[in-house]
């Protein structure tokens, strides 16, 4: 079929399989470019296929040669319906990883479960014994709870008042304002329940019970600040919530793994273009005039990029990991900046429908976004037929 975007609000409802490879191919030569990383061997990640988390897979087995066991919850494709893109990236990953002759298998299935989580530490008994290193990346907006079976949804609200401020719709480039209302006692509670800590613990007791974790072992889950802009809908705001709970529950983990040698450690990383942070009023603009600057500033950074500096720089440079006052890693440094913050400012005050042409790069991240569904990507064929059928080739 000619597969094509079809887009509805902030979602694509296709995605390109060869696009999808190439992403993940370009991901694969940046990581290799940038030199061997003294990394860790055997590594889990859960939320291993879009974003942080594929990238986090892609540094680990071509940075470190790791073997790799990805856990995500992704569509297959049927006849004549594309797969979700994370299901694409998966088996060109692990079509890559095949060919360098490097061990990578995938379970798909609600990272939530009992079940899944039963599945992955037979996976690793099975296949690696032990893991060194665990990737905690999950962005779901739902989560069933394993022992209440209740449904819990994830909100993104303002606590307190109501927030009004500029947003962009980045389809239309149209600025505009606006409102969203404050989050009842519910809303929090629940979003901290999908989005904060609980189950990365849950998944390290249970492998920590199981025997499957290596003496020393490193445990990331990703994070995000974000600037004075967002604050009141984000950092301050019901999902702010959630990573405080996130984070406080890195110590926790800590604690739990002492006798190990274990470590738990939240890392901050940069505003990127995800299919969820383009879900998040106010974002989207602050994105466009941010990558503006960076990309001025020489300092710009996807994510391939991160995550490949946060092993390289961080979590394996030789000596301790640098972490900030508040015990986390901060790979979001650049973003951050004093001056680079400055100019946002000093932008977004200027935003207008008109002027972001001028003082943003809507193009830049209208293109990420299409990225993100293997769309836009040079030495790809849009108008060939293409199989919509590509099989994960490991999947459990």
Same mark, same amino acid.
């Given at each position: ?36 990383? =003294?990394?860790?061997?055997?590594? @889990? ?8 988390? @594929? ?58 479960? =009992? ?282």
């Amino acid at each position: 079929m000619i597969i094509e975007p079809r887009m509805r609000g902030f979602i694509c409802l296709t995605a390109h399989p060869k696009g999808c490879e190439q992403n993940v191919k370009n991901q694969i030569e940046y990581v290799k470019s940038k030199g061997k990383i =003294n990394g860790p061997k055997r590594v @889990l990640v859960i939320g291993a296929s879009t974003g942080f988390g @594929l990238a986090s897979r892609i540094t680990s087995a071509f940075g470190s040669d790791a073997s790799t066991i990805g856990v995500f919850f992704e569509k297959p494709p049927m006849e004549g319906k594309t797969a979700s893109p994370g299901w694409y990236n998966s088996a060109a990953f692990e079509q890559e990883a095949q060919k360098a002759g490097l061990y990578a298998k995938s379970i798909n299935g609600d990272a939530f479960s =009992n079940e899944v989580k039963q599945q992955t530490i037979d996976m690793i008994k099975a296949d690696l014994g032990q893991v060194d290193l665990i990737i905690y990346s999950l962005a779901s907006p739902v989560r069933v709870h394993p022992v209440t079976g209740v449904m819990h949804r994830s909100v993104l609200k303002p606590i307190g008042t109501t927030f009004t401020n500029k947003t962009v719709d980045f389809h239309t480039g149209n600025v505009s304002q606006v409102s969203i209302e404050p989050a009842n006692q519910e809303d929090i509670d629940n979003t901290v329940v999908v989005m904060g800590g609980e189950d990365w613990s849950m998944w390290m007791d249970a492998m920590k019970d199981a025997g499957v974790l290596a003496d020393g072992v490193t445990t990331v889950a990703y994070s995000y600040i974000g600037p004075e802009v967002t604050e009141p809908v984000y950092r301050k705001g019901t999902i702010g919530r959630a990573k405080d709970h996130l984070e406080s529950t890195a110590f926790e983990i800590t604690d739990k793994l002492k006798d190990i040698n274990g470590k738990g450690y939240v890392s901050v990383n940069k505003a990127l273009v995800t299919q969820a942070s383009s879900a998040i009023p106010v974002i989207p603009l602050y994105i466009s005039l941010l990558y503006k600057i960076m990309k001025a500033e020489g300092i710009h950074e996807g994510c391939i990029e991160q995550i490949q500096r946060l092993f390289q720089q961080r979590l394996y440079n030789g000596s301790e990991i640098p972490t900030d006052d508040k015990g986390r890693i901060r790979i979001d440094d650049w973003e951050m900046r004093a001056d680079v913050q400055a100019q946002v400012s000093k932008l977004w005050e200027e935003s207008t429908t008109e002027s972001l042409v001028e003082i943003g790069d809507l193009a830049g991240y209208k293109q990420d976004f299409l990225n993100l569904f293997g769309f836009g990507f040079e030495g790809v064929d849009y108008l060939a037929d293409t199989d919509e059928m590509v099989q994960v080739s490991s999947i459990a």
